[in-house]
């Protein structure tokens, strides 16, 4: 490759420097975007099995009808921590990571805007986590009011402790808000001010589009959490009542803050993998994107049209009817804009040269999960199902539907796609489809029987059940344990094969995308030389380069 | 457009970056802004939600009959007014008048002292407390988390006092005094919504 920077530029020997060799790198507050998302992505995985295994402590509580495992605080303590972890721990860090390490290459940039901010907000994370399990150890335990802490549960303090898990957990939602609002503005600011010369906005891979579109919900819906947070701190620790009925509070006003942010919040999660699957897709049915534009710009409208949907979580918490038709109405609306991403997903692979190599599996899997999961969230948007469901099963499975389904599904899709570009080793196959098989399997046995379970009344959050629920709940913990074993091979094939693996070329799915036009693993700072974007992306089986000074990857003559 | 496109590229990309890093940071400082204001107006609408919903007979603690306008409404004066104050030591940096700058910013920060001096007074006359029902509880978080802001900017502009003595400290760029006047002029625009909701609607 040809280099026209001046060789007297100090950082001109910087940004030919190797990539990190060792693994101590990781361990260093490094600047480097990748080594910032490779942190992102490793500690969010080890909570990812923390979680892991705090859920299946819950499956084998709930594989027989009696509470007998432990007692109730005990159980209450496991799935409030459950949830918290793999939403504030699992979901979200991980995205960020995966956002952090693709985001500046797709856009042709060295690095994102704010490098030291980028460090900063990651090394929040494990702060978070230890504040979490630190609560473990606190004589009452951890925080028992669900994830979703709602008083007047989540202010009671029934030992009069200064430091007790609702009090710890708080602090560790406010510093992974503050976190992830470092985190937003370092994304937005990047994708508004770095791309690469001739990259316009309708130039920009879809998975930019999306984390644009998630970091924006950020920004804009987690002030409001915070705000309700620190409420709901001072009504814990000093005694105001904004949330208390008694002293002249409204505990649903809590409700309204919380979901705010928090119903944007599943698209802050789901758009980044929507983004994901718009990558792969194109790629392994070797065809372009179908409807580019109208993709880009759905992932906008779902951002806006999130807004405006919170009190669909609040139909049972004495709204009146005509405002829970209105977000009836907002919430259906939904469907429109993510419906058309799912049309253009399958006209994209439609017709198309299809590769089942493990990527393209998990984003097929995912897609059938999220049809899946769609369906039941119009049911559950409609007022007169989900009073009739509120607070059951049915919702559990509804949800996991959507975070294992269709978000931990796309991270690993994520994952093994860019596992050559950032460890510049090739994963093992074989491993990769046992893994998929598994996980498919697994994920169905686990929460599709949570959809009649709720339908026959079962409550979440109970740790006793009746009688005649037991055959869908032992095939639910069947499930489950399936999936904790799923995660194995996935584990031992990272492992070995970024140790032992047999070395990744550059481009080893022939994808077009900028982050495949560097080597494997990228150097730092990305770019010998800023590349100049002349064409859209996704050109697959057409003549036109993406850049000024490169053939094009995939000429006509390949398909 | 070829030509067009071919003139951004870069010869030397750190000339390009220090260039960058000051649009950057205020684009950056903006967005952080935005989303700063939206945790104001979540306590605001929190504010007027508890403030309809309550009857009037409850809203203020018992034994309150309300608020005491007139030296809220000197200190929102004073505060407001120092915005045109930093705007000014702003535009005396920018024409290199180091002497004018120290004396503009001193004069706003002992404006926005003034302003927290007079909240201290009123907090320490008034005949409720943070604890005293959701009015209290609101009323103290509202004007405690500004107050937050105003001793946050007072503390940017003692930063940005110093800097202007290191020799050439300030040639090279705006954007720390660029942004500390508007983080100021942000926290002064909250105050005269916060002042409206909280003095003049009671």
Wanted: charged letters at 10%; a neutral charge; glycine letters at 8%.
């Amino acid at each position: 490759m040809t280099i026209q920077v001046s060789s007297t530029d100090a950082a001109d020997l910087h940004h030919h420097a190797h990539p990190p060799t060792t693994w101590k790198t990781y361990f260093t507050f490094s600047h480097d975007h990748k080594v910032i998302g490779i942190q992102y992505l490793v500690t969010s995985f080890v909570f990812f099995l923390v979680g892991g295994i705090l859920a299946m402590i819950i499956r084998a509580e709930l594989i027989t009808p009696p509470a007998d495992l432990g007692d109730r605080t005990f159980y209450n303590g496991m799935f409030t921590m459950h949830g918290t972890i793999m939403l504030f721990l699992w979901t979200f860090p991980s995205l960020v990571g995966i956002a952090n390490y693709l985001v500046p290459l797709m856009i042709g940039a060295r690095d994102m805007a704010f490098p030291r901010l980028n460090a900063a907000a990651f090394w929040m994370v494990p702060v978070v986590g230890i504040l979490l399990m630190a609560s473990f150890f606190l004589p009452e335990g951890p925080s028992q009011a669900g994830w979703w802490a709602y008083p007047p549960v989540s202010v009671q303090n029934p030992t009069g402790s200064l430091i007790n898990g609702q009090l710890l957990w708080l602090l560790a939602v406010a510093i992974s808000g503050v976190s992830s609002i470092m985190g937003a503005v370092n994304f937005v600011t990047t994708i508004f001010k770095m791309r690469a010369p001739g990259m316009t906005l309708f130039r920009m891979p879809i998975f930019v589009w999306a984390v644009l579109s998630a970091q924006i919900i950020q920004l804009f819906g987690l002030p409001a959490l915070t705000a309700g947070a620190v409420m709901l701190l001072f009504d814990l620790t000093v005694g105001t009542s904004f949330f208390d009925p008694a002293k002249g509070g409204n505990p649903v006003m809590f409700q309204h803050f919380f979901w705010f942010y928090s119903h944007p919040a599943v698209y802050v999660i789901i758009l980044p993998i929507f983004g994901v699957f718009s990558e792969i897709f194109p790629v392994y049915s070797r065809k372009p994107l179908f409807g580019y534009k109208v993709v880009a710009i759905s992932s906008l409208v779902i951002a806006g049209v999130s807004g405006l949907v919170w009190v669909h979580h609040m139909y049972a918490s004495g709204t009146p009817g005509w405002m829970r038709m209105l977000f009836m109405v907002s919430t259906m609306c939904v469907s429109v804009p993510t419906g058309i991403k799912v049309f253009a997903w399958v006209a994209t692979v439609w017709g198309g040269k299809i590769r089942l190599n493990t990527p393209m599996l998990f984003a097929l899997g995912g897609l059938i999960m999220f049809v899946f999961a769609g369906i039941t969230g119009i049911m559950l948007s409609s007022v007169p199902v989900d009073i009739h469901v509120n607070n059951t099963y049915f919702v559990v499975g509804h949800f996991h539907y959507v975070l294992y389904g269709t978000v931990t599904m796309g991270m690993f899709a994520a994952l093994y796609h860019w596992f050559p570009k950032m460890t510049g080793k090739m994963y093992n196959e074989g491993l990769g489809k046992l893994h998929f098989w598994l996980t498919f399997i697994g994920t169905n046995l686990n929460f599709f029987p949570m959809h009649p379970l709720g339908l026959h009344g079962m409550l979440r959050r109970a740790a006793s059940y009746a009688d005649d629920l037991v055959f869908w709940n032992v095939i639910a913990s069947l499930g489950g344990f399936l999936l904790g074993m799923a995660t194995l091979p996935f584990i031992f094939n990272m492992i070995s094969s970024w140790m032992y693996g047999t070395k990744a070329p550059d481009n080893p799915w022939r994808a077009i995308g900028l982050e495949w036009m560097v080597s494997s693993p990228p150097p730092v700072e990305n770019f010998d030389r800023i590349p100049v974007i002349i064409s859209e992306p996704y050109g697959y089986g057409k003549s036109t380069p993406l850049t000024a000074d490169t053939p094009p990857v995939n000429p006509v003559s390949h398909s | 457009m070829d030509s067009s496109i071919n003139s951004h590229q870069l010869p030397n990309h750190t000339a390009e970056h220090t260039h960058d890093e000051e649009a950057n940071s205020m684009f950056g400082f903006v967005v952080f802004l935005l989303s700063e204001s939206i945790i104001f107006l979540s306590f605001f609408a929190g504010y007027i939600v508890y403030k309809t919903m309550t009857p009037l007979t409850e809203w203020l603690p018992t034994g309150v009959a309300g608020l005491e306008v007139k030296e809220p409404a000197i200190n929102t004066v004073v505060l407001v007014s120092s915005s045109f104050v930093i705007y000014f030591a702003e535009r005396c940096l920018h024409k290199n008048n180091l002497m004018g700058f120290r004396a503009f910013l001193l004069t706003t920060m002992a404006m926005g002292s003034y302003f927290l001096y007079g909240q201290a007074v009123e907090w320490s006359n008034l005949a409720f407390g943070f604890t005293s029902g959701v009015y209290g509880g609101m009323f103290y978080l509202l004007t405690g988390f500004h107050g937050l802001h105003v001793f946050t900017g007072i503390l940017l502009q003692l930063i940005m006092l110093l800097r202007s003595f290191i020799p050439g400290n300030y040639d090279t760029g705006h954007f720390g005094i660029n942004a500390t006047s508007l983080f100021w002029h942000f926290v002064d625009v909250i105050w005269i919504v916060l002042f409206v909701l909280i003095y003049v609607w009671q």
